[in-house]
Nanobody
Framework: QVQVVESGGGLVQPGGSLRLACEASGFNFDAYNIGWFRRAPGKQREGVSCISSSDRSTRYAASVKGRFTISRDNAKKTAYLEMDNLKPEDTAVYYC????????????????????WGLGTRVNVSS
């Protein structure tokens, strides 16, 4: 049974940090790119970051580049999103997804590329 479970969300003040985790089971985690997406209140879901299955190369949305860091631990079948210097506009539900591919292309944020999705974890950046 395939499962993708996000955790680590919560309430944080502007300028603070959070580390999200994405635990996977039921499929060959090593062979999948992992993407992070988010849906802010009243907005469409958008791609945030991607880490490849082959060489751990990464891509980031311009809005988070330099503040967010994606990583993965294949032995634990877990991916992470370290979020620093958080801003109120980062408030959203964050989703993890898995794509059976080798590299994160420029279209990494196309939701239809992804096979498995989690239910999300909520991040609220507020003072």
């Amino acid at each position: 049974q395939v499962q993708v479970v996000e955790s680590g969300g919560g309430l944080v003040q502007p300028g603070g940090s959070l580390r999200l985790a994405c635990e996977a089971s039921g499929f060959n985690f090593d062979a999948y790119n992992i993407g992070w997406f988010r849906r802010a209140p009243g907005k469409q879901r958008e791609g945030v970051s991607c880490i490849s299955s082959s060489d751990r190369s990464t891509r980031y949305a311009a809005s988070v580049k330099g503040r967010f860091t994606i990583s993965r631990d294949n032995a634990k079948k877990t991916a992470y999103l370290e979020m620093d210097n958080l801003k109120p506009e980062d408030t959203a539900v964050y989703y993890c997804a898995a794509d059976r591919a080798f590299y994160c292309s420029e279209s990494y944020d196309y939701e239809e590329h992804y096979d498995y999705w989690g239910l999300g974890t909520r991040v609220n950046v507020s003072s």
